[in-house]
Antibody
């Protein structure tokens, strides 16, 4: 089973840009939806978006204007970029592998990284 | 957006008892796209059930799922000490593609 590891700053100032990276190991980067999900006390688990190994992306409409997810196949990593953050973006951010063979579940998750938006 | 509502929010049970959790969808969900996860404090969610009733690799058979349409059930036949956790249902459909329920906490009575 693939292993995932998030990395990035634990604190971001309001109005600035949140950037996280997920390193993939132990499996192929192909045939999966490489996904970011966040979890906050107020909103529970929220799907942010994915990048497919083909490079296609899809985002939650509620975040679409602020989010970019990209894939670096040479580094076997994918990244999340979220602009203009506010306190409402404080959450634990998970990267996950989404099944693309017809069941669309998440079977591998990173351990999560807490990002706090605060000045 | 399909909203998943789980009930109850919290259930208090003893080891050895049966746990029955509900997940109700605001619109019909293809059962192939309904999954259940377990989350323990400080950990990421763990996939237990996919396609409404199929157990993920390595998941004990005391965990089961059923349902269709807008009503789905997750059952733990006999609670083990390690099963006390929060459980989430998740569906895949139209935009936003994936949504989760708010979770049901199974706590020790």
């Amino acid at each position: 089973q693939v292993q995932l590891q998030e990395s990035g700053p634990g604190q971001v100032k309001p109005s600035e840009t949140l950037s996280l990276t997920c390193t993939i190991s132990g499996g192929s980067i192909r045939s999966s939806y490489w996904t970011w999900i966040r979890q906050s006390p107020g909103k529970g688990l929220e799907w942010i978006g994915y990048v497919h190994y083909t490079g296609s992306t899809n985002y939650n409409p509620s975040l679409k204007s602020r989010v970019t997810i990209s894939l670096d196949t040479s580094k076997i990593q994918f990244s999340l970029r979220m602009t203009s953050v506010t306190a409402a973006d404080t959450a634990v951010y998970y990267c996950a592998r989404g099944d693309s063979f017809g069941y669309y579940y998440f079977d591998s998750w990173g351990q999560g990284t807490l990002v706090t938006v605060s000045s | 957006e399909i909203v998943l509502t789980q009930s109850p929010d919290t259930v208090s049970l003893s080891p050895g008892e049966r746990a029955t959790l509900s997940c109700r969808a605001s619109q019909s969900v293809d059962r192939y796209y309904l999954a259940w996860y377990q989350q323990k404090p400080g950990q990421a969610p763990r996939l237990l059930i996919y396609s409404a009733s199929s157990r993920a690799n390595g998941v004990p058979d005391r965990f089961s799922g059923s349902g269709s349409g807008t009503e789905f059930i997750f059952t733990i036949s006999r609670l083990e000490p390690e099963d006390f956790a929060v459980y989430y249902c998740q569906q895949y459909s139209s935009s936003p593609l994936w949504t989760f329920g708010q979770g049901t906490r199974v706590e020790i009575k």
